[in-house]
C-alpha cells in the first residue's frame, strides 16, 4: 500500500530527466523546462529539455533493444504488463495528484483516467498471449501458405497533454505486447504523468531500451530526424489534424506504419423520442468530460425543434450546477482550461457565436481571477455560420441547434471534415440503426454520452485519423504480417 504524498511530496517523487536506455539522463548541456499548474499558472517543476542529440540517443537505445525484445516470450511481455497494471493500481492516489497538478483536472477525474489508463496495459497483456497465425493449402494445391505476425519494429509514440497517461498506455500497452520498442514524447505541458508512469513500466520488469521518453519543447526539431531516420518504423500519433497532417507528410519519406488519433467534431442528437433526462446526463457526459478538453467532446449539439427548449433548459440547469476550480479541491467538477492560449480560444468561440446571433443560457463570461478557468456554458440558436460548428471548442461550451428531420440532421453532422464520433438519443431502433450507419464517424454512442473503453476500437474516419486503437485490433497496429510460401 502507498501512504499518499502531498501536492509538494508527489511532484518532488518523480524523476526530473530523460529516460534513456534504462536509464535517467540529463538532456544535453543540461537543458530544462518548466511545468506549470494551469489552475494558479505557478510553476510545479523543472524537466528536462530533449535536443535532436538526444532524440537519436533515444532512438538508437530503440532499435538497440529490439532484437532481444522481439524474441521474449509473449508470455513475459504479458507479465510486465500485468506488473505495471498492479502498480497503477496500488498508486492510483498519487498518479491521480500528479496528473491534477500538472493538467489540471478534478481529482476524481484524474483518478478514472489512472485506471483508464491501467485497463490498457491490463487489456493487452491479455492480447500479448493471443497473437496468432494460418495456415492454408494454395488453391491449386501446390504449395503451402504459413502467415505469421511479427512486431513492426521500433516506434516513434507521441502523445497530448489532455489525457497525459492513457494517450500513452494505449500505445505502449500494445507496443510491449507486440514485441515493439519505443520512443515516446509527452506533451510539454503534461511530462510529469509520462515520467511517472517510465518509473513504475521499469520496475514492472520492462527491460532497458524497451521505453524512452523525452520530454521536450523542441517537438519538431526532435521528431522530425526520427521520422526521416529510416530506423523507426512507425509514428503513432495522438494530437491535432494539422500536426497530424504534417507528421504523415513527414511519414512518407521512409514509407512509416502509422497511426494516426486527430481532431473531432462530434454531433450530438437529440429526436423527439428520446429519454431526456438520459439525453440531458449524457450530453453533460459527452461534453464535460475533461472539461470538454477531449476529441470526443459533444462539439455541436442538435435537438429535434419539439424539445429543444425543454432540453436546453435541462442542461443549462445541470451545467450550471457543476463548481469550478482547483482540481485539487472538494467537490470540484470542472478545472481549468490546459493554458492562457486554450482559455481565449473558448472566449473567443462563444463570443463570435454571440455575434452571429447565438443565445446564452448560462455561462459565456471568462472569469478574472487567476488560473485559466472557464464557467460551463449553453448556447442556443447557435448557426451554421458561428466558427465553433466547424472547430473543436475544447471547452465547457455546449453549443444547441434545433432541426425537424431526419435528413436534414444527417447532413449537418456529416458536414464536417471530421469523423471520430458522434451520439444519438432516440427510442426507435430501426431509427436508430438507420442513422449510425448513415454516420460518417469511426464511433457512435447510442443513448450513451461515452465510447471510450480498452477492448473497443477507437478511433476515427475522414480527417479524424487512420487506424484504431484498444479492441481487439489495436494489436495489430503494432504488428507485420508476414507470408511465407511452402513448396510441396
Ligand atoms: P497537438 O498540438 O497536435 O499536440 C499533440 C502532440 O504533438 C504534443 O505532444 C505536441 O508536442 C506534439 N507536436 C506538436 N507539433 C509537433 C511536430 N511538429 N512534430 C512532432 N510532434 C509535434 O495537439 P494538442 O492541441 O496538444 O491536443 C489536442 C488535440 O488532440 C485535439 O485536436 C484533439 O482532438 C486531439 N486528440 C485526439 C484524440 C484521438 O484519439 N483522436 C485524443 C486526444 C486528443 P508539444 O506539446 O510540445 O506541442
Same mark, same amino acid.
Given at each position: 500500500m502507498s501512504v499518499q504524498m502531498d501536492e509538494q511530496e508527489v511532484v518532488r517523487s518523480v524523476p526530473k530527466q530523460l529516460f534513456i536506455g534504462g536509464s535517467w539522463v540529463d538532456a544535453a548541456g543540461g537543458a530544462t523546462f518548466e511545468v506549470t499548474d494551469p489552475s494558479t499558472g505557478e510553476v510545479l517543476c523543472s524537466v528536462a529539455d530533449a535536443s535532436p542529440e538526444d532524440g537519436m540517443t533515444a532512438l538508437s537505445a530503440a532499435a538497440d533493444a529490439q532484437a532481444e525484445f522481439a524474441a521474449t516470450s509473449p508470455r513475459s511481455r504479458s507479465d510486465m504488463l500485468m506488473n505495471a497494471f498492479r502498480l497503477l493500481h496500488e498508486r492510483v492516489d498519487d498518479l491521480a495528484l500528479l496528473m491534477t497538478l500538472e493538467m489540471g483536472k478534478p481529482l476524481a477525474e484524474s483518478r478514472g483516467e489512472i485506471l483508464y489508463a491501467a485497463e490498457f496495459l491490463r487489456h493487452f497483456a491479455e492480447e500479448a498471449v493471443r497473437v496468432d497465425g494460418g495456415y492454408q493449402i494454395a488453391p491449386t494445391g501446390g504449395a503451402r501458405f504459413l502467415v505469421a505476425k511479427q512486431p513492426v519494429g521500433?516506434?516513434?509514440?507521441?502523445?497530448?497533454?489532455?489525457?497525459?497517461?492513457?494517450?500513452?498506455?494505449?500505445?505502449?500497452?500494445?507496443?510491449?505486447?507486440?514485441?515493439?520498442?519505443?520512443?515516446?514524447?509527452?506533451?510539454?505541458?503534461?511530462?510529469?504523468?509520462?515520467?511517472?508512469?517510465?518509473?513504475?513500466?521499469?520496475?514492472?520488469?520492462?527491460?532497458?531500451?524497451?521505453?524512452?521518453? #523525452?520530454?521536450?519543447?523542441?517537438? %519538431?526539431? +526532435?521528431?522530425?530526424?526520427?521520422?526521416? &531516420? $529510416?530506423? =523507426?518504423?512507425?509514428?503513432?500519433?495522438?494530437?491535432?489534424?494539422?500536426?497530424?497532417?504534417?507528421?504523415?507528410?513527414?511519414?512518407?519519406?521512409?514509407?512509416?506504419?502509422?497511426?494516426?488519433?486527430?481532431?473531432?467534431?462530434?454531433?450530438?442528437?437529440?429526436?423527439?423520442?428520446?429519454? #431526456?433526462?438520459?439525453?440531458?446526463? %449524457?450530453? +453533460?457526459?459527452?461534453?464535460?468530460?475533461? &472539461? $470538454?478538453? =477531449?476529441?470526443?467532446?459533444?462539439?455541436?449539439?442538435?435537438?429535434?425543434?419539439?424539445?429543444?427548449?425543454?432540453?436546453?433548459?435541462?442542461?443549462?440547469?445541470?451545467?450550471?450546477?457543476?463548481?469550478?476550480?482547483?482540481?485539487?479541491?472538494?467537490?470540484?467538477?470542472?478545472?481549468?482550461?490546459?493554458?492562457?492560449?486554450?482559455?481565449?480560444? +473558448?472566449?473567443?468561440?462563444?463570443q463570435d457565436a454571440v455575434d452571429h446571433g447565438a443565445q446564452v443560457l448560462t455561462g459565456g463570461e471568462r472569469p478574472t481571477t487567476a488560473g485559466y478557468f472557464y464557467p460551463p456554458t449553453v448556447l442556443t440558436d447557435v448557426p451554421d455560420d458561428a466558427r465553433m460548428r466547424h472547430e473543436e471548442i475544447f471547452g465547457p461550451v455546449a453549443p444547441i441547434s434545433s432541426f425537424s428531420t431526419e435528413d436534414e440532421v444527417v447532413r449537418a453532422a456529416n458536414d464536417t471534415e471530421y469523423g471520430l464520433v458522434d451520439y444519438v438519443f432516440t427510442n426507435d431502433l430501426r431509427r436508430a440503426l438507420r442513422v449510425a450507419e448513415a454516420l460518417e464517424a469511426g464511433m457512435i454512442g447510442l443513448n450513451q454520452g461515452v465510447v471510450s473503453n480498452p477492448a473497443a476500437p477507437f478511433g476515427g474516419v475522414k480527417a479524424s485519423g487512420l487506424g484504431r486503437e484498444g479492441g481487439s485490433t489495436g494489436i495489430d497496429e503494432f504488428l507485420e504480417t508476414k507470408y511465407i510460401g511452402i513448396a510441396m
Open positions: 521500433p516506434c516513434l509514440l507521441i502523445t497530448p497533454w489532455n489525457f497525459p497517461m492513457a494517450r500513452g498506455t494505449r500505445k505502449i500497452g500494445p507496443a510491449i505486447a507486440a514485441g515493439c520498442t519505443s520512443v515516446i514524447k509527452p506533451a510539454q505541458q503534461t511530462p510529469l504523468s509520462m515520467l511517472a508512469l517510465a518509473g513504475i513500466l521499469r520496475e514492472a520488469g520492462v527491460p532497458d531500451g524497451v521505453v524512452n521518453v #523525452l520530454p521536450t519543447t523542441g517537438a %519538431g526539431k +526532435v521528431m522530425e530526424p526520427l521520422i526521416r &531516420s $529510416g530506423i =523507426a518504423r512507425k509514428l503513432s500519433f495522438t494530437g491535432s489534424t494539422e500536426v497530424g497532417r504534417r507528421l504523415l507528410e513527414q511519414c512518407a519519406d521512409k514509407v512509416l506504419r502509422t497511426s494516426m488519433e486527430l481532431g473531432g467534431n462530434a454531433a450530438f442528437i437529440v429526436f423527439d423520442d428520446a429519454d #431526456l433526462d438520459a439525453a440531458v446526463e %449524457g450530453a +453533460v457526459a459527452a461534453k464535460m468530460r475533461n &472539461s $470538454g478538453e =477531449a476529441c470526443t467532446a459533444a462539439n455541436r449539439i442538435y435537438v429535434h425543434a419539439d424539445v429543444v427548449d425543454e432540453f436546453g433548459s435541462r442542461l443549462a440547469k445541470a451545467m450550471a450546477a457543476m463548481p469550478v476550480g482547483r482540481g485539487v479541491d472538494d467537490g470540484v467538477r470542472v478545472g481549468p482550461m490546459i493554458d492562457a492560449a486554450a482559455q481565449e480560444k +473558448v472566449q473567443e468561440l462563444v
